[in-house]
Nanobody, 124 residues
């Protein structure tokens, strides 16, 4: 069973919008912070947006601040990334990540789940 499945990618013109979804299964979604990463060809994976387990706090990379919005629905086990005013430099494979930090041991330990990615292409 794949723990995270992204959807909603595609081809869009500059200035357009897309909404990515990431459906979670097989773990306790509400205890995990959720993050969206992206990776363009030949570049390192970049953290785009983060939302805490409760949804109370969000953070964004400077490159997407004001254009992208991350949100989650803990009742449906889904996290979203609303992307507006898309630019060609937003073209990448977008990955969903779930992270939980276990602080019960001598040192914190991170547990991660990853999706398979969804392609977003911004081009005229």
């Amino acid at each position: 069973q794949v723990p995270l499945v992204e959807s909603g990618g595609g081809l869009v013109q500059p200035g357009g919008s897309l909404r990515l979804s990431c459906a979670a299964s097989g773990f306790t979604f509400s205890t995990h912070a959720m993050r969206w990463f992206r990776q363009a060809p030949g570049q390192e994976r970049e953290l785009v947006a983060t939302i805490t387990s409760s949804g109370s706090t969000t953070e964004y990379a400077n490159s997407v601040k004001g254009r992208f919005t991350i949100a989650r629905d803990n009742a449906k086990n889904v996290v979203y990334l609303q992307m507006n005013d898309l630019k060609p430099e937003d073209t990448a494979v977008y990955y969903c990540n779930a992270r939980r930090i276990d602080r019960s041991g001598l040192r914190p330990e991170a547990f991660d789940y990853w999706g398979q990615g969804t392609q977003v292409t911004v081009s005229s």
